[in-house]
């Protein structure tokens, strides 16, 4: 695999610097992070390596460790974490599935061989047009659709979304 270092691995001191957080550790390995081999740091490691040979157990851990530092990073740089506090996450009532990768591209192309609109699909299966926009453009997880919107989008388009 090329390796797409940004060349911060070295540094001052005892350590060397991870390459994704910074931090200097006397422990960094080589990652396999969005196609890129970058040395990091053992928790970056363990939240962002994409190696082929991680069980699934793995993966799944690491796909939770992801949106926890996402969301963890959203509240830093907001310095507000009171949406999740008041609103809660949802979850529960209306659990996003785990989606399969081209699911925006394969709502866009069902919706278009039905011949609709995105505001006629939108109207006829009561949902926000701006949640449709967001699953097509492959944001549903960012922009907090509800698992319904993607059950309804299943069941009306007769396309497979879940990777469940």
């Known amino acids: 695999m090329p390796k797409y270092s940004t060349g ?13 957080c910074g931090s200097t550790s ?4 080589s990652a396999d992070v969005a ?13 962002h390596d994409e190696s082929p040979d991680r069980t699934p157990d793995e993966d799944q851990q690491r796909k939770q460790e992801a949106a926890q530092n996402t969301a963890r990073a959203l509240d830093q740089a907001t310095g507000d974490s009171s949406h999740w506090e008041e609103n809660g996450t949802d979850y529960e009532r209306d659990q996003l599935p785990y989606l399969v ?15 609709l609109q995105r505001e006629e699909l939108a109207e006829e299966l009561g949902v926000d047009e701006s ?4 699953v097509e453009q492959g944001r549903a997880t960012q922009a907090s659709v509800g698992g ?13 979304l879940s990777d469940e």
């Not at 196609?35 to 939240?47: F, M, Q, R």
């Not at 990768?101 to 919706?111: K, Q």
């Not at 949640?131 to 967001?134: C, G, K, V, Y």
């Open 148 to 160: 319904s919107v993607v059950a309804a989008l299943e069941d009306r388009l007769d396309v497979e």
């Open 26 to 29: 006397d422990s960094l390995r």
């Open 131 to 134: 949640d449709l926009l967001a």
């Open 8 to 20: 911060g691995a070295s540094g001052g001191g005892g350590g060397q610097t991870c390459e994704l």
């Open 101 to 115: 990768t081209d699911y925006g591209e394969r709502v866009v192309r069902a919706r278009q061989e039905a011949g």
């Open 35 to 47: 196609g890129a081999e970058l040395t990091v740091c053992p928790d970056c490691a363990s939240s």
